[in-house]
């Protein structure tokens, strides 16, 4: 049988000794490299021998080294690695936590977002405490962005942990950054109580909190405004014109480019009007039309 020629495949196949002496090389020359391109090309050889199974792991030191860097590309790429064997060797474990608890104090947004990211994601024991801290700190980030990454963080540590979260003070944060000016944040924050307390039903829905999101809902993307109004099935208005202030507010949403927004407010239109004939037909009728329109 005749081999391949091809640059393909082989270039995986029968990794040489010297290849990893070389990649050493590299490595071992990468903090006097300026050109970035370069840099970036170190690194990725780094990954393609960890991603077929090569122990790679001897350069532990030298891929941290490598995450002091601005470029966001090599940073991505230099913490797959270190989560890879962080998870896997506990002595990598403190090199690569203090790498991300580092990150988290950048001056950058986006590394601060990404290094909590990562480290929110490691899944071991060890790794909580460190994990309940930067999330902590991110909650109350000046950046919107971090904001909403470490609301995500806190619903991944309560996947691992639900006494942590429940037994800490994160509901209440979650709570109070529902109101956060960024809208972003405020419905990931809706989203992650929904998950942290879906034993008791999902996030209180009180009068209060329909009416501050209502008022919001226009801030909300598409998929938002479906999660905000179907808020509205797990709440009855205590009376008849509180009841036509929600149907008021969501009447534009029946005619919502929208399929998603549009489906969950003609559930509670189709609810609310339910003693109401004539109403809950002309509103079926409504949504059907606009359905099919969308659907052209």
């Known amino acids: 049988m005749s081999q391949s020629t091809g640059s393909g495949p082989q270039f995986f196949v029968d990794i040489k000794k010297g290849e990893i002496n070389e990649l050493r090389g590299l490595l071992l020359k990468y903090p006097l490299e300026k050109d970035i391109n370069k840099q ?12 077929l199974g090569i122990d ?3 350069f532990f030191a030298d891929m941290v080294k490598a ?17 890879n064997y962080t ?3 506990q002595e990598c474990a403190i090199l690569g936590i203090n790498t991300f608890l580092t990150d988290c104090k950048s001056l950058d947004f986006k590394i601060r977002a990404l290094a909590l990211r990562t480290l929110s994601s490691l899944k071991f024991s060890a790794a909580l405490t460190y994990i309940e801290k930067a999330v902590t700190e991110g909650l109350s980030d000046l950046d919107p962005h971090v904001r909403k990454t470490a609301i995500m963080g806190a619903v991944k540590l309560y996947r691992q942990s639900p006494v942590m979260v429940k037994e800490g003070k994160y509901i209440e944060i979650l709570y109070s950054l529902i109101r956060d000016r960024d809208a972003q944040v405020a419905i990931n924050a809706v989203i992650a109580l929904n998950e942290v307390l879906e034993d008791e039903g999902g996030i209180a829905v009180t009068r209060k909190l329909i009416v501050y999101l ?3 809902l226009k801030e909300f993307h ?16 205590k009376t008849k014109d509180e009841l036509l202030n929600i149907l008021n507010i969501l009447e534009d949403r029946l005619s919502h480019a929208s399929n998603s927004a549009l489906l969950a407010s003609t559930k509670v239109f189709m ?9 809950n037909k002309q509103v079926m009728k409504l949504s059907l039309i606009h359905i099919c329109r ?3």
């Open 40 to 51: 970036r090309e170190t690194i990725k050889k780094v990954i393609a021998y960890m991603t």
């Open 271 to 279: 609810n609310y009007t339910k003693n109401s004939p004539v109403l």
């Open 67 to 83: 995450a002091r860097t601005s470029d966001l590309i090599i940073k991505k790429m230099v913490y797959l690695y270190i989560v």
């Open 214 to 216: 209502l008022n919001r």
């Open 222 to 237: 598409d998929w938002g405004q479906a999660l905000i109004i179907g808020l509205l099935s797990r709440y009855e208005p």
């Open 294 to 296: 969308c659907r052209r």
């Open 56 to 58: 790679v792991s001897r």
């Open 87 to 89: 998870e896997h060797n």
